[in-house]
């Protein structure tokens, strides 16, 4: 008989899987990859069916949420399979999806069918030339798009992610804000995290923290503390008159490592214990040893959740902590 949940040494339940399809994308972030990034060999990319055993592990431990993630986790082809057999998995309280929106003027409703219910869209600035500077693709109407054909499908919560930078986009918070609000969506805004040698910027120079943000809302706009969780590390304000919750991210100026219930799976099959960390297992070789073997699955799972740290050490320094970028860990 198998351990029936995932605990680890400090007594945290894991009940949120972060599972990544792809390490590819069709932009090119800078706080997230390398212009030039060399991605893994498609035979290193675990497929489909050992996406959704993954998946299955995890759901037989006791995990109720999982976020697809990648890179771009709508490139993956094929991957409407693998969210419609999740979306069937009646333990699964919540199927959610990290997304760049280019995809979505065309998958929305497909999305929504398959039962994916919320998405996070990732959107840093609604100035067309700043959005190709960040993404370098100057795709920012193809992403507005897809956020409006994202609400008409009809999910229960859309947020849109922005990564805050001093001198970057600091100056756009409020516009975001007062967009999300216009569409009744929700937004969290984020501190850069030191994962992954950037040159376009740096982090010490462009850091703002979610006080920062925070003061600059509150100019314009009342903010209530709100209790609503989603299950992921954002602290939630509502907007005073508005149906718009506004979150904050703080990897560096307030840890959130305490109340941590999640794990990550590359797209290459590591399970990563904690973001801040490099230490991971190598799903994938277990799987491909045993195939089938479900249950040296959970042990392993199991027996890995005993290595979870107890917190990440951001600094805001020059250091590169972490030397995987954002885009191979899966978000």
């Known amino acids: 008989m198998h ?26 972030c800078t706080y997230c990859m390398s212009e030039d990034m060399v991605f893994a060999p498609r035979s290193q990319i675990l497929s489909l069916e050992e996406l959704y055993n993954v998946a299955d592990a995890f759901i037989g431990l006791g995990v ?17 399979s693998l969210l419609r057999r999740l979306g069937e998995r009646p333990e699964l309280e919540d ?14 409703n497909d999305l929504r069918a398959a ?5 996070n869209v990732s959107l840093d600035s609604l100035q067309r030339e700043r959005f190709a500077a960040f993404t370098r693709r100057d795709m920012l109407d193809q992403v507005l798009a897809g956020i409006d054909a994202a609400a008409a499908a009809g999910f229960k919560r859309i947020k849109l992610n922005s990564v805050v930078q001093t001198g970057r986009n600091d100056d756009e918070v409020l516009g975001l804000v007062e967009y999300a609000m216009a569409r009744g969506l929700d ?19 462009t850091f703002c923290s979610s006080d920062v943000v925070r003061e600059r809302i509150e100019q314009r706009h009342a903010l209530v503390r709100s209790s609503h969780v989603t299950g ?33 799976v590359t797209a290459e099959g ?24 479900s249950e040296r699955l ?14 990440h050490h951001f600094e805001t320094d020059e250091q590169v902590q972490v030397i995987r970028f954002m885009s191979m860990t899966g978000g």
């Open 3 to 28: 351990t029936t949940q995932l605990v680890d040494p400090f007594g945290r339940r894991i009940t949120y899987l972060r599972l990544s399809v792809t390490d590819r994308c069709d932009f090119r």
């Open 64 to 80: 109720k949420r999982i976020r697809i993630t990648g890179g771009e986790p709508l490139v993956r082809k094929n991957l409407l």
């Open 95 to 108: 199927l959610s999806i990290t997304t760049n929106g280019s995809q979505l003027s065309h998958l929305a």
């Open 115 to 119: 039962g994916v219910t919320r998405l």
């Open 187 to 205: 937004i969290s805004f984020i501190e850069e995290m030191p994962l992954g040698s950037v040159v376009s910027h740096q982090r010490e120079q």
């Open 232 to 264: 992921g590390p954002s602290r939630y304000w509502q907007v005073s008159g508005s149906d718009t919750r506004v979150g904050f991210i703080s990897p560096h100026s307030n840890n959130f490592c305490g109340d941590c219930n999640r794990v990550r």
């Open 270 to 293: 590591k399970l990563v214990l904690c973001l801040g960390h490099d230490n991971a297992l190598d799903l994938r070789s277990l799987m491909r040893a045993h195939p089938g073997d």
């Open 298 to 311: 959970r042990e392993a799972l199991v027996g890995a959740l005993q290595l979870k740290p107890e917190r």
